[in-house]
């Protein structure tokens, strides 16, 4: 019997969306997971200390940090070469050494299944964060230095977003001209067929996950950018809800493991902003700070 070796990675980046607030919440994310007697490694990250001093090199916000982490994360990986990486984030732009490196391990064969409420195709002429290209990066699309980090582009047949259902004009250029696919919220709420369908027809046999949590309704999952506190109704307007229900993404997930191996889930862009209040709060009582 083989033995399949699953890696943890933890990569607890903020850089790419330039918001602190991923740097604790992924690290709590990573105590929730249930104990694992497979390899685990950790992304050297510095925490954040002032937002204000990030620069934007090339259109890129903090592009040398993010480029230096994810070389990080390459060779934490290739440390190990497992079959499997399980990816904890963090900012989207995690997900580029891990699927990176899966594409290259299942001779450039590899599926990839992109839950988001927003496509990550965006080039530094259109937005300065990172996040919001990794998928065009992992393409071969955007800046050159993050592309030459993945050895063999994915195949663009075999990406499939699930949960997407509004872009920017932007975007619509990018999608047009790659021919990507993508399933609705609405059509995913019945059931997975469409997704089973592509991956039959592609013949995929390993799938990457990329899980944005932000694909979720704020209603039914609090730990998402959206739900802020004390913000007011005007926050972040005009930037697409996510709409699934997570079991939508429970059973999506079940329905493809049950047809193709899943080698890889990266979890990102989760928000405690329970345990940011608490941390704020205790920050301010006696005796904590002795």
């Known amino acids: 019997m083989t033995l399949v070796t699953t890696l943890r990675l933890h990569m607890p980046q903020w850089q790419g969306g330039n918001l602190a607030e991923y740097h604790l919440s992924s690290q709590l994310l990573s105590w929730l997971l249930p104990p694992t007697q497979g390899p685990s490694e950790t992304v050297p990250v510095p925490a954040p200390h002032d937002l204000a001093a990030l620069k934007i090199e090339d259109g890129i916000l903090a592009k040398n940090a993010l480029l230096e982490q994810a070389r990080a994360a390459r060779a934490a990986i290739e440390k190990h070469r497992p079959d499997k990486v399980l990816t904890i984030g963090g900012d989207c732009l995690v997900d580029l050494a891990p699927i990176a490196y899966l594409n290259k391990r299942y001779g450039g064969k590899v599926g990839v299944l992109w839950i988001d409420a927003h496509p990550d195709v965006q080039t530094p002429k259109d937005f300065h964060h990172g996040h919001a290209q990794v998928l065009g990066m992992l393409l071969g699309e955007g800046d050159a230095d993050f592309v030459r980090e993945v050895d063999s582009p994915i195949q663009l047949a075999k990406v499939m977003y699930a949960g997407l259902d509004e872009w920017s ?69 005009g930037v697409p809800r996510g709409r699934l229900e997570p079991a939508h993404v429970v059973r999506l997930l079940q329905d493809v493991g049950e047809v193709c191996d899943i080698v890889g889930l990266a979890i990102t862009e989760y928000i405690s902003w329970d345990a940011l209040q608490t941390q704020k709060l205790l920050a301010q009582l006696p005796l904590v700070q002795v």
């Open 169 to 237: 004009p932007a975007e619509n250029e990018v999608l047009s001209r790659l021919g990507l696919r993508r399933t609705s919220s609405k059509e995913l709420a019945g059931n997975s067929a469409s997704i089973l369908e592509w991956i039959e027809a592609e013949g995929i046999t390993h799938m990457a996950v990329h899980l944005d949590v932000d694909a979720i309704s704020p209603r039914s999952f609090r730990p998402i950018l959206f739900n802020k506190p004390e913000q007011e109704d005007s926050f972040l307007a």
